[in-house]
């Protein structure tokens, strides 16, 4: 068996663990002083790459791709639940597919959409512009995702090298 392996620098390692325990419904299987890691089999992976006008490289958003309305509505109700922002999109035509969506934003700010995939389409979606008046497509812009609190924002510094973040001799990840 193989899993896809994402890592997200947070700002706040309780903050996130709620978020993540809540998205995923299941505690970490590891919890350090600066570290979690959820050991997961479900959901399983749905990963793409685009390249849009002047968008930045790099994690533009994460998500899981649920199989049934009953699904989508358990996404919902997990992020209800915990009090986390949300956003949903009904019938959006983006990333070539028509879909049910609820989209949300981790502590980071990083966006996280929760969708089943209802058919296909002919175009990327209805608009490029990320913005909360535009349509947004694909992730909304994180200040139009307020449908509840967010979690307050703590000033972070991050390190840009993986040299910066990891001690000499460490295994680092």
């Known amino acids: 068996m193989k899993r896809f392996h994402i890592h997200v620098s947070v700002a706040d390692l309780a903050d996130s663990i709620r978020y993540y325990s809540a998205l995923f419904a299941a505690q970490p299987t590891v919890v350090k002083d600066d570290y979690a890691k959820w050991a997961l089999d479900d959901p399983l992976v749905n990963f793409a790459i685009s390249r849009r006008g002047d968008a930045p490289a790099g994690v533009d958003h994460l ?72 349509g947004a497509c694909c992730a909304p812009a994180a200040e139009a995702i307020a449908a509840a609190p967010k979690p307050t924002a703590k000033p972070t510094t991050k390190p840009t090298t993986k040299a910066a973040r990891c001690a000499p001799g460490s295994s680092c990840c």
């Open 63 to 134: 998500g899981i791709q649920v199989d049934s309305e009953q699904e989508l509505a358990e996404m919902k109700a997990r992020l209800a639940s915990a009090n986390l922002p949300m956003q949903e999109q009904i019938g959006t035509s983006c990333c070539y597919a028509k879909s049910d969506k609820y989209w949300s934003v981790d502590p980071q700010g990083l966006a996280w959409e929760s969708f089943q995939t209802l058919g296909t389409v002919p175009v990327y979606g209805q608009s490029r512009d990320r913005s909360a008046e535009a």
